[in-house]
């Protein structure tokens, strides 16, 4: 009869059981020390309030999500796929492609509506009464079309709507009247596009439709932007409106505006994607979003 003999002595063992500690004390520092670098990690929100915004969103009919339902965009399962925060950079992702339009438009957008009153579209302002809308932001991302041409998207606009009297007046089935102001991102350049008044000479009435109004020949500022943070701001007078650009402006205070005292107004931003070709996307990020009236 034979017996193996037993090489693990009692000294064996405590020094395995002294490793085990260390390796335990070793784990918990280090998860001690990776609980401590989150904790470190400056996490930052965009600044804005979005009491006075309802959102468009590329899907459905397309969707509106209004006050107050849109202040939990970031716990809103219907809304975080297009509006969410980067809370490293700070900023408002507005995210969207060709899907869903709304009336009058081939075009899809992520993009805010100003309500004066939470949750009302018919409380708006006019030139006389005035406006200053202020942003920061960046478009960080955008697809190409098939030449290798970036896409276009608008990023602010002022919007014109009819008072129910003026509807009425000329027979129109809804509010809608055209865009006084268009903000594009364009090939790394900030565009703006406006509206002129076909004929002058048009009666009050008549200036009323969508037809009487044509498009000017556009406004590049000259700064290239590209990808990179930039201020806009559109401050609104009677008869002017200036849209300015990292502090540069450029002025609009002649006839056309003084006509188009005539309607009705609401500022808008975010993402508003000018292409319908398959594929296409846009992220348009805002750090600080801001109205004044």
Same mark, same amino acid.
């Given at each position: ?107 899809? &957008?992520? +993009? ?9 579209? #018919? %409380?708006?302002?006019?030139? /006389?009464? @005035? ?108 008869? &002017?409106? +200036? ?9 609009? #205070? %002649?006839?056309?505006?003084? /006509?188009? @005292? ?32």
């Amino acid at each position: 009869m034979s017996f193996t003999n037993c090489k693990n002595t009692s000294s064996d063992i405590q020094k395995e059981a002294e490793v085990v500690v260390d390796n335990q004390e070793d784990k918990a520092e280090k998860e001690e020390e990776n609980n401590e670098s989150e904790e470190n990690i400056d996490y930052k929100l965009p600044v804005i309030n979005l009491s006075n915004w309802k959102v468009t969103l590329p899907i459905g009919k397309p969707i509106e999500v209004e006050p107050p339902e849109i202040l939990q965009y970031a716990t809103n399962s219907t809304l975080q796929p297009f509006m969410f925060n980067d809370s490293i950079k700070g900023s408002l992702v507005f995210y969207t492609y060709p899907g869903s339009t709304t009336n009058n438009t081939s075009y899809s &957008r992520t +993009e805010l509506r100003e309500q004066m009153t939470p949750g009302s579209n #018919n %409380d708006n302002w006019t030139f /006389k009464q @005035g406006g200053i809308l202020k942003g920061e932001l960046a478009v960080t991302e955008i697809s190409k079309d098939s030449d290798g041409k970036y896409h276009r998207t608008i990023i602010m606009q002022i919007h014109g709507r009819l008072t129910n009297a003026q509807r009425d007046l000329i027979g129109q089935k809804d509010n809608n009247a055209p865009p006084i102001l268009k903000i594009y991102w364009h090939n790394g350049y900030v565009r703006v596009k406006t509206k002129v008044l076909k004929d002058l000479n048009a009666s009050d009435v008549e200036i009323l439709e969508t037809d009487a109004w044509g498009d000017d020949d556009g406004y590049n500022f000259p700064e290239y932007v590209g990808f990179n943070k930039f201020t806009l701001e559109v401050h609104v007078t009677e008869g &002017r409106m +200036e849209v300015v650009l990292n502090g540069k402006s450029k002025v609009y #205070n %002649d006839i056309h505006m003084q /006509k188009w @005292g005539i309607f009705e107004n609401y500022f808008k931003a975010g993402n508003y994607l000018a292409t319908i070709d398959s594929g296409a996307s846009a992220k348009v990020e805002y750090y600080k979003l801001n109205v004044e009236h």
